[in-house]
């Protein structure tokens, strides 16, 4: 059985900064965003019935969609 890696935990602030420049159409915050979450992308998309790389795209899309969505 593989081992996941755990990723470095950040702060609430840190993660809001990535967040506010991800928004602000920073591609290297989003990057970093991504990686933050790419575990969880992809133990998620074991339990979808779909080939992998679908899966994970998918996720991602609306990952993205999320995070560039208008505040309302």
């Known amino acids: 059985m593989q081992k996941e890696v755990a990723s470095e935990p ?6 809001l900064n990535l ?4 928004r602000n159409k920073d591609s290297d ?10 575990p969880d992308i ?3 998309g074991r339990f979808i019935h779909l ?4 899966v994970s795209s998918e996720i ?8 560039y969505r208008e505040k309302k």
Do not use: G, H, M, W
Request: aromatic share 8%; no cysteine.
């Open 19 to 22: 967040l506010n420049a991800a």
């Open 10 to 15: 950040i702060t609430n602030s840190e993660f």
């Open 29 to 38: 915050a989003t990057l970093q965003l991504l990686e933050l979450y790419k």
């Open 60 to 67: 991602i899309v609306e990952f993205l969609e999320l995070i």
């Open 51 to 54: 080939p992998k790389e679908d």
């Open 42 to 44: 992809l133990r998620l």
